[in-house]
């Protein structure tokens, strides 16, 4: 009998013992997880996980971590295709008088040609010196937040003194410093950061982007030969270009997002402040708005998932 309760309790002992164990195996261990950055990237959405964007996580723990977090921009393809200004201020949208400006012509923006890849800057400073760039083309500003990755501002302009990335003209540094001033093949110097002296990757046959916002041209009333161009989204104007028949120049604000052809799709966008499409020193740029229209403007297009490329961004009228 004796031995049958020693047997017993014996049992019991264990079944005390085996449930501590399996306490102690359920209960938190004290070790650290990754924390999704507060309106980061999603998976799938440019500059999310499975587009090769930056990490979600703001474990300081975490030794997988190769790209700096995109503080600011959090993977937004809108925030991350702003481009710096000469002046540090980015162009703004107005709203042009009615009395001076009429409707003129309406239609749709899109790209087509041969579609040129955009080599960024590893180290540095960006645009126009504001703020520093490293590897994969993330930006930090000058307040400390951080773009990213394939942010325009840290797009790189060759400045050796070689002809320009359509074989005409020449690259070289402005009197202040500033890389990629071309100068034109009649000898005439334009402005730095010039589109012509990108510094180039591989050209494909074709970036086919399409853009949702409708476009409105205006002509001004006042002899002055001006024009106007607004794109609309959902009633808002989201991009502008402005031509001054005064002085020859048109300068642009805003931005254009459009996508390309891919399943599923990647969202690209158009900054209408870019050198391309904004007049900020040098020879005049012209009537883009004209231009638009007949042949196209070479300009910057940048997707967060991808990179930038140089496209010929056009405009269809409606008949």
Not at 46 to 73: E, F, L, Q, Y
Not at 124 to 152: A, E, R
Not at 155 to 172: E, K, P, R, T, W
Not at 217 to 246: E, H, K, M, P, W
């Amino acid at each position: 009998m004796s031995r049958v309760r020693l047997a017993t309790a014996l049992i019991a002992l264990l079944a005390i013992a085996a449930c501590g164990e399996a306490d102690q195996l359920t209960s938190p261990t004290g070790g650290s997880r990754d924390v999704p950055v507060t309106g980061g990237p999603r998976d799938g959405f440019p500059g999310g996980t499975s587009g090769g964007g930056d990490t979600t996580s703001t474990d300081p723990g975490d030794t997988t971590t190769t790209n700096p977090i995109d503080s600011a921009a959090a993977g937004d393809p809108v925030n991350n295709g702003t481009w710096t200004t000469p002046d540090g201020v980015p162009g703004t949208i107005v709203t042009l008088d009615p009395a001076v400006f009429v409707p003129a012509a309406s239609g749709g923006a899109g790209t087509g040609g041969n579609s040129t890849a955009l080599l960024f800057k590893a180290s540095g400073p960006g645009l126009y010196g504001s703020g520093t760039c490293g590897p994969k083309g993330f930006w930090t500003d000058p307040d400390g937040n951080v773009f990213g990755p394939n942010n325009p501002n840290c797009l790189d302009y060759g400045s050796d003194g070689s002809a320009g990335n359509n074989g005409n003209g020449q690259c070289i540094a402005s009197p202040s410093g500033e890389p990629g001033l071309w100068i034109n093949p009649g000898g005439n110097p334009t402005h730095p950061f010039h589109s012509k002296c990108l510094r180039v990757g591989p050209t494909i046959s074709s970036l086919a982007l399409s853009f949702a916002p409708q476009a409105q041209i205006f002509d001004a009333t006042d002899g002055s030969g001006s024009r106007a161009i607004n794109f609309y989204s959902s009633g808002v104007v989201v991009a502008q270009l402005i031509y001054d028949g005064l002085t020859g120049t048109t300068t642009g604000a805003g931005i254009l997002v459009g996508s390309d052809g891919a399943s599923p799709s990647n969202v690209w966008t158009v900054f209408f402040g870019q050198p391309a499409l904004s007049y900020s020193t040098g020879l005049a740029n012209g009537d883009l708005i004209d231009a638009l229209t007949s042949g196209g403007v070479e300009v910057v297009a940048c997707s967060t998932s991808i990179g930038c490329s140089l496209v010929t961004l056009g405009l269809s009228l409606d008949p």
